[in-house]
C-alpha cells in the first residue's frame, strides 16, 4: 500500500540558516507527490509537486525538493529559512486509482529561532 | 482563482447532536471532491472522495460517524454525527483534478474545526 513517512516530528532551525524535511514513500510504480504546508489555523497551501520528469522541483517561496527513485526520497530543502516559514510541512502521495486519494505523512513541525 | 469555501469554520457541538458541513468549489470545476479528517496532533486521514451528485457514502470511525454526498458538481456536504464527548477535530475538505490534469494538484479548503462540549 502507498505511505508516506516523515520521520521528524518537529526540526528547530536557526533563522537564515538552510533547511531539509525528510520525506520517505512507498508506491509501486512512478509517485505522484506533494509538499503541502500549514500555517497556524489555516487550511493546506501546495508548496510544490512533482510529476515524472526533473528530479528537482522548485516551490514557492524558495522551497525545492528532489525526487530520488533509488532512495524512496522526496526531500524539501531551502537555503536560507524566514521566520515566516513556521509551520508544520506534510509530504503527500496520490494513492488512487480513478478518483484522487492524497495520503500524507505524519508532518514535520519547523520551529525558526532567532 | 480557484476556491474551496468551507462553512462553518468553527462548531460547538451539543454532546449526542449531529453537524452538518459544506464545502463549495467557485471559479472551476473539479471531477472529484474528497472530505479529510485531521485531529489535534496535525495527523491527515483521507475519508471519502465522490465523483457525481448524488452520490454518497458513510463511515464510521473511532470518535465520530460520517456521512458525505456530493450535492452538485461544485458542493460537497458532510454530516458528523456521534463526536465522542470532549473530542476536537477538523474536516478539511479537497479538489482533486483526476488523472491526466498533470499541472495541478489537489486543492484544500480552510478546513471547519468541531469540538464537542
Known amino acids: 500500500a502507498q505511505s508516506v513517512t516523515q520521520p521528524d516530528a518537529r526540526v528547530t532551525v536557526s533563522e537564515g540558516a538552510s533547511l531539509q524535511l525528510r520525506c520517505k514513500y512507498s508506491?509501486?510504480?512512478?509517485?505522484?507527490l506533494f509538499w503541502y504546508v500549514q500555517y497556524p489555523r489555516q487550511g493546506l497551501q501546495l508548496l510544490l509537486k512533482y510529476y515524472p520528469g526533473d528530479p528537482v522541483v522548485q516551490g514557492v517561496n524558495g522551497f525545492e525538493a528532489e525526487f530520488s527513485k533509488s532512495n524512496s526520497s522526496f526531500h524539501l530543502r531551502k537555503a536560507s529559512v524566514h521566520w515566516s516559514d513556521w509551520a508544520v510541512y506534510f509530504c503527500?502521495?496520490?494513492?488512487?486509482?480513478?478518483?484522487?486519494?492524497?495520503?500524507f505523512g505524519s508532518g514535520t513541525r519547523l520551529l525558526v529561532s532567532p | 482563482v480557484t476556491l474551496l469555501e468551507q462553512n462553518p469554520r468553527w462548531r460547538l457541538v451539543p454532546r449526542g447532536q449531529a453537524v452538518n458541513l459544506r464545502c463549495i468549489l467557485k471559479?472551476?470545476?473539479?471531477?472529484?471532491m474528497s472530505w479529510y479528517q485531521q485531529d489535534l496532533q496535525k495527523q491527515l486521514q483521507w475519508l471519502f472522495t465522490?465523483?457525481?451528485?448524488?452520490?454518497?457514502?458513510v463511515k464510521s470511525l473511532p470518535g465520530a460517524d460520517y456521512l458525505a454526498t456530493r450535492v452538485t458538481d461544485t458542493e460537497l456536504r458532510l454530516q458528523v454525527a456521534n463526536m465522542s464527548q470532549g473530542r476536537t477535530l477538523y474536516c478539511t475538505c479537497?479538489?482533486?483534478?483526476?488523472?491526466?490534469?498533470?499541472?495541478?494538484?489537489?486543492?484544500f479548503g480552510e478546513g471547519t474545526r468541531l469540538s464537542v462540549l
Open positions: 503527500a502521495v496520490i494513492a488512487g486509482t480513478g478518483g484522487y486519494k492524497v495520503v
Open positions: 479537497s479538489a482533486d483534478p483526476g488523472q491526466g490534469a498533470d499541472n495541478q494538484a489537489p486543492l
Open positions: 471559479n472551476s470545476q473539479y471531477p472529484w
Open positions: 465522490l465523483r457525481s451528485p448524488g452520490d454518497k457514502e
Open positions: 508506491y509501486f510504480g512512478t509517485p505522484y
